[in-house]
């Protein structure tokens, strides 16, 4: 595994309890990932693939976005190992909106209306020109998930477009950027595990990107997540499956770009349907860690499945159950981060059955101590939502450190929606 946070804690958590599963290496990883994989402290494209060869893996899989757009599949494809994300001309899904973008105008699948723009008065006159707010500015590459602004007034629109073409806020990711139409809304995140052909979605989950209660506040990179979300229905699924997912896995295709890994649908459902909000080209995090303690089926056997193409044949079976993670950040995320504080309670959160995946933290002498923006991920898995709602919060409510921030309403928006079907 390559990678470093939560999501990559929880993936190798279900590798490493894969019946077809030996041994599980990460790079580099985080101090918390003992528990399952050996961490390996390589750094570089060409160390990863010697260390590959080196210790004879079977399958590596890709965390996150950044080494799939600079190609790494593609030089694990180059020496026939076997890998499980996409080339990088696949991963442009993720790394390139207007890509994005693009391939959906071109396929009709359904997204916000938009333009892209390189040239700074030409965006500022498009805006001048739009009368409906608020208005949605996005860098065109890779911004962890903070490329976004949405304007509530021309003002702000013009200040975001100038602040990105000038290069001043996302750097090279801001060189050109995506108008586009702002859609009302609930958010669920739709994730599939595909070999280019056929398409296996997972459980559907709903991430909270703002740092406070109530969606208020600075967006981050999620600060918790459960799945399923009753905002997707059986009915739902199908059109997703249908106008979404299909759609664009075969457009990849047709473009000659064949996406395998995990293709991650960020979907507004609006009146009118579900639209693309983004692709990732990755597994997301924080769903990750609610929606993988859901998977019954060895996680192993599916991703070699998609990497050989032969997804088709394998069984993807999911518990009948409800997961909600609640991520532990640190003082001053999402702006900054604090370090160095300890970490006590580790031992009791998982006394009461709770997960603990570990994004930012560091072990000396046996103790844990901050390190990072998001530090902790306390999952839960029970019967109900509310039942693992109730879980992960008691879990939540052992762990402490000085400054440690969490959001109470995960789960919360899913919950009143149940409650208003009864
Ligand atoms: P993105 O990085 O594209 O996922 O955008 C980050 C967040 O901004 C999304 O999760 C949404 O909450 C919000 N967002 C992005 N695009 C739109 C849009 N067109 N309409 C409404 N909200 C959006
Ligand atoms: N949860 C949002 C992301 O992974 O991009």
Redesign the pocket.
């Known amino acids: 595994m390559i990678g470093s946070g939560g999501r990559e804690h929880a993936l190798l958590w279900k590798l490493a309890h894969s019946p077809s599963v030996k041994e599980v290496y990460v790079i580099p990883g985080n101090d918390g990932m003992t528990d399952v994989a050996h961490l390996i402290p390589v750094k570089g494209a060409e160390d990863i693939l010697d260390f590959a060869r080196l210790m004879e893996v079977d399958l590596t899989v890709a965390g996150p976005e950044t080494v799939l757009t600079e190609g790494l599949a593609d030089k694990f494809a180059e020496k026939g190992m076997a890998f499980f994300g996409p080339s990088a001309a696949a991963a442009q899904i993720e790394g390139s909106?207007s890509f994005a973008k693009n391939l959906m105008k071109k396929y009709k699948i359904p997204t916000?209306a938009y333009e892209t723009f390189t040239d700074e008065e030409k965006a500022v006159s498009y805006i001048k020109k739009r009368k409906k707010y608020?208005l949605?500015i996005?860098a065109d590459g890779l911004?962890s998930?903070k490329?976004?602004v949405?304007a509530e007034t021309e003002e702000q629109a013009v200040q975001a477009v100038r602040g990105m073409l000038e290069g001043k806020t996302f750097g090279s990711a801001g060189e050109s950027v995506v108008i586009?139409?702002?859609?009302?809304g609930e958010?669920a995140s739709v994730l599939c595990f595909t070999d280019g052909n056929t398409i296996v979605p997972m459980i559907s989950a709903q991430?909270h990107?703002r740092i406070s209660d109530g969606d208020m506040g600075a967006?981050t990179g999620g600060m918790g997540a459960y799945a399923p979300t009753p905002v997707m229905t059986k009915e739902l699924d199908k059109i997703v499956y249908d106008t979404i997912l299909l759609p664009a896995v075969k457009a990849m295709k047709k473009e000659g770009c064949l996406f395998k890994g995990c293709l991650y649908a960020?979907l507004?459902i609006t009146k009118d349907g579900p639209k693309v909000?983004?692709f990732n080209c990755r597994f997301g995090d924080p769903e990750t860690e609610a929606v993988l303690p859901l998977l019954e089926s060895d996680l192993a056997k599916i991703m070699l499945a998609c990497t050989k193409g032969t997804l088709k044949k394998e069984k993807v079976e999911w518990k009948n159950a409800c997961a909600v993670d609640v991520v532990l950040a640190s003082e001053g995320y999402p702006a900054t981060h604090s370090s160095g504080e300890e970490i006590s309670g580790l031992e009791e959160a998982k006394k009461t059955g709770c997960l603990v995946f570990h994004a930012g933290s560091m072990k000396k002498k046996g103790r844990y101590f901050v390190n990072g923006g998001r530090v902790l991920n306390v999952a839960a898995v029970a019967p109900t939502l509310k039942e693992a709602r109730d879980k992960a919060y008691e879990g939540v409510s052992k762990i402490s450190w000085r400054g440690m921030q969490y959001r109470h309403d995960i789960a919360d928006k899913g919950l009143k929606r149940l409650k208003k079907r009864k």
């Open positions: 909106k916000a608020p949605v996005k911004a998930g490329g976004v949405i586009e139409e702002f859609m009302e958010e991430d990107k967006n960020g507004m909000v983004e």
